[in-house]
C-alpha cells in the first residue's frame, strides 16, 4: 500500500500565500518525479509543477515566479510554495509521485485526495 496526503490548502486573499505539503508513506521503495496538479470546476486537470528526484523541475507558464516547488527525500515529501496567488490560483490541488514499491520491478502513479484553495478577490 502506498499513500498520498495533502495538507496545507485553504481560503487567503488575493495577493497572499499558501504552502502545501504531500507525503507519501507505505511500502515504498524508490520516488522517481513529484509533483502538483490542479482542477478548477468546469476545467482540465493541469499541470502545476513537477520534480525530479534529481531536482529538473519544470512549471506551467501561468505560474512560474510565484510558485516554488521542492522536495525532501528523507521525509518523501513535496512541497508547493505559492506567493501572490490570484482568484484564478482558485482550484482543487492534488499531489502525484512515481513510486516503486518494494519488491516491485514497475514504477506507478499515485495521486493524493487533494487539498482545496481558494483566493478571494
Known amino acids: 500500500q502506498v499513500q498520498l496526503v495533502e495538507s496545507g490548502g485553504g481560503l487567503v486573499q488575493a495577493g497572499g500565500s499558501l504552502r502545501l505539503s504531500c507525503a507519501a508513506s507505505g511500502s515504498i521503495g524508490s520516488i522517481n518525479a513529484m509533483g502538483w496538479y490542479r482542477q478548477a470546476p468546469g476545467r482540465q486537470r493541469e499541470l502545476v509543477a513537477r520534480?525530479?528526484?534529481?531536482?529538473?523541475?519544470n512549471y506551467a507558464d501561468s505560474v512560474k515566479e510565484r510558485f516554488t516547488i521542492s522536495r525532501d527525500n528523507a521525509k518523501n515529501t513535496v512541497y508547493l510554495q505559492m506567493n501572490s496567488l490570484k482568484p484564478d490560483d482558485t482550484a482543487l490541488y492534488y499531489c502525484?509521485?512515481?513510486?516503486?514499491?518494494?519488491?516491485?520491478?514497475?514504477?506507478?502513479?499515485?495521486w493524493g485526495q487533494g487539498t482545496q484553495v481558494t483566493v478571494s478577490s
Open positions: 520534480i525530479t528526484s534529481v531536482g529538473s523541475i
Open positions: 502525484n509521485a512515481d513510486i516503486q514499491r518494494i519488491g516491485q520491478q514497475i514504477v506507478n502513479r499515485y
